[in-house]
């Protein structure tokens, strides 16, 4: 997990709060990812980014929003958090030059929404 | 059907044994061919990557992708209690990054019994 991290690690939260999720990376990588992995289903992904401002949506990217204002910095936001988004995020990154995807994730963050 | 198949285990298997672990896809596109290993509470790291077919060596770990039949596996010699962790098949079209990128399995849970 070297060169990202997550916080929080942990976060108990309530139904119909906003909570935001924050990923940095020391690597100076040009793609960061925010994937969510719950058990029968694996790693989907909600949001990517290709450079700072530049983002768009994935497989499940209903409820959540993105941002990253500095290339180092990918944060993703639960609107209003609903029991279905209980999950285990994780945040990776790649460079994107032709290495066909290699992904580096981090250590993740547990999200329990009661 | 999904586009990756793996099966999810658990796969038990003791001390010293070789494993072998497996994926199916569907998507010919498919050119770059990874393998993750993921320790309970962390991220997903990567372990193995191969381009094509072929086989990969490193270590006690091989890669083998067989394209015509579109199965990759993953073996792993003299295996160790230490080796117990979940893996995960991950395979992409392209080599850049972005949404188009890693379709992942779901992951074999993998016990080494000492």
């Known amino acids: 997990d070297a060169g990202i991290t997550q916080s929080p690690r942990h976060k108990v939260t309530e139904t119909g709060t906003p909570v935001t999720l924050r990923c940095h990376q020391t690597e100076n990588h040009r793609y960061m990812y925010w994937y969510r992995q719950d058990p029968g289903h694996g790693l989907r992904l909600i949001h990517y980014?290709?450079?700072?401002?530049?983002?768009d949506k994935g497989e499940v990217s209903d409820g959540y929003s993105v941002s990253r204002s500095k290339t180092e910095d990918f944060l993703l936001t639960l609107e209003s958090a609903t029991s279905s988004q209980t999950s285990v995020y994780f945040c990776?990154?790649?460079?994107?030059?032709?290495?066909?995807?290699?992904?580096?994730f981090g250590s993740g963050t547990q999200l329990s929404v009661l | 059907q999904k586009e990756v198949e793996q099966d999810p285990g658990p796969l038990s298997v003791p001390e010293g044994a070789i494993v072998s672990l497996n994926c199916t896809y569907s998507n010919s596109a498919f050119q770059y061919f990874m393998w993750y290993r993921q320790y309970s509470r962390k991220g997903p790291e990567l372990l193995m990557y191969?381009?094509?077919?072929g086989n990969k060596e490193d270590g006690r770990f091989t890669a083998q992708v067989d394209k015509s039949s579109k199965y990759i596996s993953l073996f792993i010699r003299d295996s160790q209690p230490s080796d117990s962790a979940t893996y995960l098949c991950?395979?992409?079209?392209?080599?850049?990054?972005?949404?188009?990128?890693?379709?992942f399995g779901k992951g074999t849970h993998l016990i080494i019994q000492p």
């Open positions: 990776a990154i790649s460079d994107g030059r032709g290495s066909g995807e290699k992904l580096f």
């Open positions: 980014s290709y450079g700072v401002k530049d983002t």
């Open positions: 191969t381009y094509s077919s």
């Open positions: 991950a395979m992409s079209a392209g080599s850049g990054g972005g949404a188009d990128g890693l379709t």
